[in-house]
């Protein structure tokens, strides 16, 4: 008869304590054990530990601080070096699994000389620890703050209506807690390196019961953010893709809060015709949007031809971005960002504002060489350009952003 195959059935715990909390995680895992949980092999992963039960008994586990990095791409896959682990098995202590920078050994002999005797030893190690974690804290605050502002041309109120104000607070939170993990972590090492030089031991044990909730608050707190700003994520890239917001104008309900081209024909205009229609380059639609600094946001986008009262033909293509904010101060901020953003660009070039009754204006050719105007009137902020294709006819940027500017409600 065959043999059935014995299923093993392991019992997972999330550690209540960080890894670099060397006495935490030690007194944790002994405790398990006397409560009959023990750590498998390799047992842990994406933050979770595997455990076997056994019969209850003591068990000394210590952590050792890994010299090199011990990443999957490291050497030897970031595992502590064979010989290391075969003398340590002489003295009757077997390498279990590693923790991030920690290998995690334990014996199960009372009478079992310490893994590690020499402090200066586990200083050094500890040190390689310490560098690696000021490293990656350097690293964490470049790529979280420091280098989304210069992608975002330091455009931070720009940034938060395109993304959402809300979204944008959730994602500087969870930074901030990442960023604040980092700066205990070295900290704690650095204070363990110390005592080691100092006093041959770690210092103080750490109490994992007393820390575990504060841990578990932070650590549940991240990861709901997480999720949300994945989900949220995924979410706004569906309808990016989709164009799920965007409508045509012939579709849309509501009143535009600005002047459009047929409004540029003036009374008595006729045969006003929506034109690029057809192409399917998203011509001729209008999205609106709502944020918490912004409650009305429009981007608006206007081909078409209209006659004058005179007769002539006004043809071309309007775009606008509309936006409503909650104050004069936000207002005053974004009109300068959004003019400070086209001017780095390659090919924009300043021109003389038009003389208008509003709070702020500057007039550019942007890098498709069209008229650009933006305009900022109290809690209104406008960004317009109007290019023109008639042969005969063409409205100069003096009229046109005039129209625009009159047009915005106080």
Request: overall charge neutral; glycine content about 6%; charged content about 25%.
């Amino acid at each position: 008869m065959k043999k059935r195959r014995k299923i093993e059935h392991h019992i997972y715990r999330i550690p209540p304590c960080p890894a670099y909390d060397i006495s935490g995680m030690e007194n944790w895992l002994s405790d398990l054990a006397e409560e009959g949980l023990f750590l498998v092999q390799d047992g842990f992963f994406a933050g979770v530990a595997a455990f076997e039960y056994r019969k209850p008994r003591q068990v000394r586990y210590r952590l050792e601080a890994a010299q090199r990095k011990t990443g999957m791409l490291s050497d030897n896959s970031g595992e502590p070096d064979p010989e290391q682990v075969e003398l340590s098995k002489k003295y009757s202590w077997e390498y279990i699994a590693k923790r991030k920078d920690f290998y995690i050994y334990r014996s199960f002999d009372p009478s079992a000389r310490e893994l590690n005797t020499d402090p200066e030893v586990q200083a050094l190690a500890l040190n390689a620890v310490k560098k690696r974690q000021g490293s990656a804290l350097l690293s964490s605050v470049f790529f979280l703050f420091i280098y989304p502002v210069l992608l975002t041309r330091g455009c931070i109120m720009l940034t938060a209506i395109n993304m959402g104000t809300w979204w944008m607070a959730l994602v500087l939170l969870l930074a901030v807690l990442m960023i604040v993990d980092g700066v205990r972590a070295f900290i704690h090492l650095k204070k363990m390196q110390k005592s080691l030089i100092n006093n041959g031991c770690y210092g103080t044990e750490s109490d994992w019961r007393k820390n575990a909730v504060p841990y578990f608050i932070r650590k549940t707190i991240k990861a709901t953010l997480a999720v949300l700003l994945v989900f949220a994520f995924l979410k706004n890239w569906g309808i990016t893709v989709t164009n799920e917001k965007k409508i045509l104008i012939e579709e849309y309900k509501g009143t535009v809060p600005f002047a459009t081209i047929k409004d540029f024909a003036g009374e008595g205009s006729s045969e006003y015709t929506l034109t690029m229609k057809g192409l399917n380059m998203g011509f001729n639609t209008i999205e609106e949007k709502s944020d918490w600094i912004a409650p009305r946001c429009i981007e608006y986008n206007e081909h078409a031809k209209v006659k004058n009262s005179e007769g002539k033909i006004i043809d071309g293509g309007l775009y606008v971005d509309y936006c409503e904010l909650r104050n004069p101060k936000l207002a005053k901020i974004l009109s300068r960002e959004l003019y400070r953003l086209d001017m780095m660009k390659k090919g924009v070039e300043l021109i003389d504002a038009p003389n208008l009754q509003a709070d702020y204006v500057i007039a550019y050719f942007n890098t498709l060489r069209f008229p650009t105007v933006v305009i900022q009137k109290d809690n209104i902020v406008v960004k317009a350009f109007f290019f023109q294709t008639s042969e005969n006819y063409t409205i100069p940027i003096e009229e046109w952003a005039d129209m625009i500017c009159d047009s915005l409600e106080n």
